[in-house]
């Protein structure tokens, strides 16, 4: 099982490949916008279960766990789920995500930083 630590490593190497490399105002690498706002927001979900030890091994697990959780709110269930469900977009059909989709994502990711105190936590 993943620790916290290790989490908090993918998070911060997620965090800073969107922070240096990719401009969604560019119309750029709108895909890898979307694919890596995702799984930057899943480190943080499991940082936050790795404290109860709990480990998924699925997105459909980890879905499942956080509707039994009093830890996320419908909002952020929500958020996360629409973000899996772009990346699969931006990850495996023809067409390319835009950019007006792309920023919404960073924005659910801040929302969800936000909503555990990231990056503060991990400091």
Not at 4 to 29: A, G, I, S
Not at 62 to 69: A, C, G, I, L, N
């Amino acid at each position: 099982m993943p620790t916290q630590r290790e989490h908090r490593m993918k998070y911060q190497e997620n965090r800073m490949v969107l922070d240096t490399l990719f401009d969604c105002r560019k119309n750029e690498h709108c895909n890898w916008i979307t694919t890596i706002s995702f799984y930057t927001a899943l480190h943080i979900i499991e940082y936050e279960f790795a404290k109860e030890n709990i480990d998924c091994k699925t997105h459909s697990e980890r879905e499942d766990k956080m509707r039994e959780s009093d830890k996320f709110t419908n909002k952020i269930i929500g958020m996360y789920k629409q973000m899996g469900s772009n990346s699969r977009v931006a990850r495996y059909k023809k067409a390319n995500i835009s950019p007006t989709i792309a920023n919404r994502m960073l924005l659910y990711l801040q929302s969800i930083e936000q909503e555990f105190g990231f990056p503060k936590n991990f400091q």
